[in-house]
Each structure stands twice: as structure tokens, then as C-alpha cells.
């Protein structure tokens, strides 16, 4: 059925009821028959139009498709799709044509009465002949400047969460009262459907802007992070450094870091923030300035923690915790002390490529607990030896059944790649954790400092 049959149906229902009251059943049921194709055709409409609203997220395409609708289904020579701002009580025309031609009117306009009563209200509403004559010549609604006036006005609201966000409006130029109320609930139904759109559309777009807002900021985040990271790997006589941080996100909670000292010192820190994401890397960020900091005005490994672990107390309101490892390293004699607060403790090999027995104590994480309990060690790396400092991104990488890289792993690989420069060696047990996670996400960020003792 046409769009032009449609607008002769609409008011084929009262003919009907008025034809059976009088007893003529022929008229009737013709009457009626014809009430059934016009709704059939309605609702034909209705799903045109709803599929075109689904494929589309576009928001003044979704404007386009249901005026250019509105413009062919109704007897009315004028469309308006006006979106209102309930802040500043003004609307803004998205789409708007008269006999056929768009008119582009500009910026926010005031709220005239008749939409304004749509607004109030939240129902339809339709003025007609002197009416119009009467609020225009009393300012209350406006003849946009080149367009005609109307004989016949209707709007309807455009409900979003119980909410008026527009008005959409027919205007018949040539005939009063020109639209039924078949026209009416045929409007609202379309209306319906375009808000709805509209909202989803409106959401996807917020949703896009914020996606891109926080990838815009965690980039930011992720280079400030890479930023704090040393960025020169010492350059000590007799020694080779290497290092390696593998982020399971953008931006994680592991560091490191190299302190120059007086002499022949040099301290080492390594640290694994609790979670992952950007509260961890706040959390590192954090932790990194205040050992740097305490570093600074001692050389004990220990008191340097404690102190830490002090601070973490008072400013970790998020209650994440941070194990660290920090050591200082004499590199005349190769004597390394160091303090562990949950961190794993240090691999060392021997010249050998054989991996030293370590001693062992209780050692807790910071930001826990105020009487702390660290594990303070001393060790001598050997000639020809070297020491891994590591993150449990390396040692728990999992395979698709669960088997962790583990301990032996990393003994493994550390033997077979000795011979390599301290960087190789990093970059080598993560491509074996690689290796061994297959298509497995790395869950946790994977950091390894290598320091070898040249012979």
C-alpha cells in the first residue's frame, strides 16, 4: 500500500463505527477490512523504520532517516526534529523542511508555548487555525523568517528516562485540524522508536569519547611510568647489567631501578606492586620516589624499608601492598647485601653456571603491617657469575593446563644462556615464558634484572 493511501485511511475507523451503529454490515465490513490494512501498512512502517534505526549510530543520520519518514507518511508539508536542552529552555533544529525543502536554522533557539506544553506536559499537543493566529500575534511561538504559516501544528515529546529531550512537530500549511488521531499514536510510535535510537546512539558516542579519553590517558601514564624507569643501564668495570619490564596492561606495577652511590656502591632495587593497571602503577610511582628518596640519606638497605614501609602506611589509603627487594652492591668485591620485604630472593649462579644455596629468612610486604618482619641477607657473586632480580611474571607464567614456568625454569634457562650479555639473558627468559604460556595472556607484569660478574 501506498504512502498516499495511508493518509486517505486515516480516519477509516470512526467511518466504520459510525456504518455499523446504522446497521449497514457491507459498509462495515469493507470500512473495517480496509482498517486492518492500513494498520498492516502502519505497522509495516513502524518496522521500515525501526530496522533503519538499528544499523544506525550516527546521530544525525538517525535525524535524517526518521524526518525524511515523517515527511513521506504524514500530510504535512513541514517536519521538525528539535532537540531541547531543559538547562538553558531552548531548542535546536536537527532536521527541518518545508515543501520539500531543508531549512538550515542556526544555533539555539528559545522555546516557544506550543513546545513548551509538549515539554510540560509529556503528551502530544495541537493547536489549529485561529489558535496559531493568536500565540504568534501575542509572541509566543515565531514564523521562521522565509517559511509559511501553519494552519495546523502538532508535536509530540521525545522521551528519554521519563524526560522531554525534544519535540518532534508536523505543520500542515493548507488545512485545519489536519491530523487524526491515527496520526497522533502513528507519531508517537515512530517518535518512540527515534528516541531510543537516539539514546543509544548519544551512549555509544560517550562511550567512544571516554574510550579514547582513557587510552589517550594511559598512554600518558604509560610513558611517565617508562619515564621513571633508569634510563642507562650502569656502566661499572668488571660488570655487565641488563634488564627487561613487560607490562601485563599498559601500564603496571613492577619497577626497578639503579642508584649510583659513593664509590665503588651501587644499589639495586626491584619492586612488585599488589594488582596491576594504573591503581598499581600509582601505587609504584609512589614507592619508586620514596626509596629514591631514603637512598639518599642511608646506606642501609633495611632502615631504607622500614622507613618506606612507614610512609606506605600513611599515604596507601587503596590498602595495595608493594614487595621489594633492595641491595647494594660493592662492585670492587662483589659483595651484595640486601633487605627483602616479600620479594622473591635473588638467583645466583656460579662460575660454574651452578645455582648457590641462599639463605632464607621471613621477610613481609610493605604497606601491610607496622612492625614489619625483612629478610636481610649478604652473598658474594662470583667471577664469571652472575645474579637475576625477578618479578613473579616470570617464575608463575602459566600454560593453558596451569604448570608454572617456575623455579626450575628459570634455572634452566639461566644456565643455558650464561654465556649471553646480561640483556640477551633478559630478553631470552622472556621468550621462553612466551614459549611456555603459548596463547595464554601473560596475567602479571614480567620484570628481570641481570647483573654478570665479568671473569
Known amino acids: 500500500m501506498s504512502l498516499k493511501a495511508q493518509k486517505k485511511m486515516r480516519d477509516l475507523l470512526p467511518q466504520a463505527e459510525k456504518a455499523a451503529a446504522a446497521g449497514d454490515w457491507e459498509t462495515a465490513a469493507g470500512l473495517f477490512f480496509q482498517c486492518v490494512e492500513q494498520r498492516n501498512s502502519e505497522l509495516a512502517l513502524i518496522n521500515s523504520v525501526q530496522e533503519g534505526l538499528s544499523s544506525r549510530l550516527d546521530i544525525q543520520g538517525i535525524y535524517d532517516l526518521v524526518g525524511d519518514k515523517l515527511r513521506d507518511t504524514f500530510n504535512a508539508q513541514v517536519v521538525m526534529i528539535s532537540q531541547y536542552d531543559p538547562t538553558t529552555e531552548k531548542i535546536y533544529h536537527h532536521y527541518a523542511i518545508e515543501r520539500g525543502q531543508h531549512l538550515h536554522i542556526q544555533g539555539w533557539q528559545p522555546l516557544d508555548s506550543s513546545r513548551a506544553e509538549v515539554v510540560r506536559t509529556l503528551k502530544p499537543f495541537m493547536i489549529s487555525g485561529e489558535e496559531i493566529l493568536q500565540v504568534v500575534s501575542k509572541g509566543k511561538m515565531k514564523v521562521v523568517p522565509g517559511t509559511e504559516m501553519p494552519k495546523t501544528w502538532l508535536g509530540v515529546p521525545m522521551i528519554v528516562g521519563g524526560m522531554a529531550r525534544g519535540v518532534v512537530s508536523l505543520q500542515n500549511l493548507d488545512k485545519e485540524n489536519a491530523f487524526t488521531n491515527s496520526d497522533i499514536n502513528l507519531l508517537m510510535t515512530l517518535t518512540n522508536s527515534m528516541s531510543q535510537s537516539l539514546e543509544n546512539a548519544r551512549l555509544f558516542r560517550e562511550r567512544e569519547r571516554l574510550l579514547k579519553m582513557m587510552e589517550e590517558e594511559m598512554k600518558i601514564a604509560q610513558l611517565t611510568q617508562l619515564s621513571i624507569l633508569p634510563p642507562h643501564l650502569p656502566n661499572r668495570a668488571g660488570y655487565d647489567f641488563g634488564s627487561l619490564i613487560i607490562p601485563a596492561s599498559a ?62 602506611l600513611k599515604m596507601n589509603a587503596s590498602g595495595m601492598f608493594v614487595t621489594l627487594l633492595d641491595g647494594i652492591l660493592d662492585c670492587r668485591t662483589g659483595h651484595f647485601i640486601y633487605s627483602r620485604a616479600g620479594h622473591l630472593p635473588p638467583m645466583i649462579l656460579n662460575d660454574h653456571g651452578n645455582m648457590m644455596s641462599m639463605e632464607i629468612g621471613e621477610g613481609q610486604p610493605l604497606g601491610l603491617f607496622e612492625e614489619v618482619k625483612l629478610d636481610t641477607q649478604e652473598v658474594i657473586i662470583p667471577r664469571g657469575g652472575l645474579a637475576l632480580l625477578y618479578s613473579d611474571g616470570l617464575n608463575e607464567a602459566a600454560d593453558s593446563q596451569g604448570n608454572q614456568f617456575g623455579f626450575e625454569g628459570i634455572e634452566r634457562e639461566l644456565s643455558r644462556q650464561r654465556s649471553e650479555s646480561s640483556r640477551t639473558i633478559c630478553e631470552r627468559l622472556w621468550k621462553a615464558v612466551e614459549e611456555h604460556s603459548g596463547e595464554i595472556p601473560h596475567q602479571d607484569d614480567f620484570t628481570a634484572v641481570v647483573m654478570k660478574r665479568l671473569e
Open 251 to 312: 601500564v603496571g606495577g613492577d619497577f626497578y631501578n639503579f642508584i649510583h652511590m659513593d664509590g665503588d656502591r651501587l644499589s639495586l632495587v626491584i619492586g612488585d606492586v599488589s594488582g596491576k593497571g594504573l591503581p598499581a602503577a600509582l601505587i609504584m610511582a609512589l614507592t619508586f620516589s620514596l626509596i629514591q628518596a631514603e637512598t639518599e640519606h642511608s646506606d642501609d638497605p633495611r632502615h631504607i624499608l622500614l622507613n618506606v614501609n612507614r610512609f606506605l
